[in-house]
T-cell receptor, first 113, second 113 residues
Framework: GENVEQHPSTLSVQEGDSAVIKCTYS??????FPWYKQELGKGPQLIID?????GEKKDQRIAVTLNKTAKHFSLHITETQPEDSAVYFC????????????FGTGTRLQVTL | EAQVTQNPRYLITVTGKKLTVTCSQN?????MSWYRQDPGLGLRQIYY???????DKGDVPEGYKVSRKEKRNFPLILESPSPNQTSLYFC????????????FGAGTRLSVL
């Protein structure tokens, strides 16, 4: 089955700096890659996603890049703010009727003032 | 408001005492899923359901049961809980197919003594 590795497990940045979280996946058939943000005491919430036919996608301060050849994808957060502090999960999915997601192990991002 | 509602949010029980965690969604989603979240392991899928009366095992199904008698409800049943089932549990729902957003509940923190 699919295996998703995520690094780093913790990341501390100063407010205004950029943060990058990286994930690799094992199954070349995976074609959908969402990123979820989990705030304390809440469930994960989708923040951005990318499909395998696209190399990069951006939404304001958040961007995701995908390298299918190397089987890795990354989340980029620019101009970080304290409210970006949370746990971030990457995931991979093989398309079709099933919506099964395989998640990475999570990155705890701390944005310091 | 689109919601996935889990109950209870917190539960402390003892080994062997059967329990049920309820999950309900109001978005008429066909696909529902249960995950457990453990430190350093991310979210792992326990069971999922593609529609009413259609359920299947995820990655860590041992010790759990589910049922899908109605489209909106997907309860998780622990017939004989053990301490290794102490975890944070999330229910999620989505429409089937590639790229459909999974909406997560707020989580149920279970402690089995």
């Amino acid at each position: 089955g699919e295996n998703v590795e995520q690094h780093p497990s913790t990341l501390s940045v100063q407010e205004g700096d950029s943060a990058v979280i990286k994930c690799t996946y094992s199954d070349s058939a995976s074609n959908y890659f969402p990123w979820y943000k989990q705030e304390l005491g809440k469930g994960p919430q989708l923040i951005i996603d990318i499909r395998s036919n696209v190399g990069e996608k951006k939404d304001q301060r958040i961007a995701v890049t995908l390298n299918k050849t190397a089987k890795h994808f990354s989340l980029h957060i620019t101009e970080t703010q304290p409210e970006d502090s949370a746990v971030y999960f990457c995931a991979a999915s093989i398309g079709g009727t099933a919506s099964k997601l395989t998640f990475g192990t999570g990155t705890r991002l701390q944005v310091t003032l | 408001e689109a919601q996935v509602t889990q109950n209870p949010r917190y539960l402390i029980t003892v080994t062997g005492k059967k329990l049920t965690v309820t999950c309900s969604q109001n978005m008429n989603h066909e696909y529902m899923s249960w995950y457990r979240q453990d430190p350093g392991l991310g979210l792992r899928q326990i069971y999922y359901s593609m529609n009413v009366e259609v359920t299947d095992k995820g990655d860590v199904p041992e010790g759990y049961k589910v049922s899908r008698k109605e489209k909106r409800n997907f309860p998780l049943i622990l017939e004989s809980p053990s301490p290794n089932q102490t975890s944070l549990y999330f229910c999620a729902s989505s429409r089937p197919g590639l790229g459909n957003i999974q909406y997560f509940g707020a989580g149920t923190r279970l402690s089995v003594l």
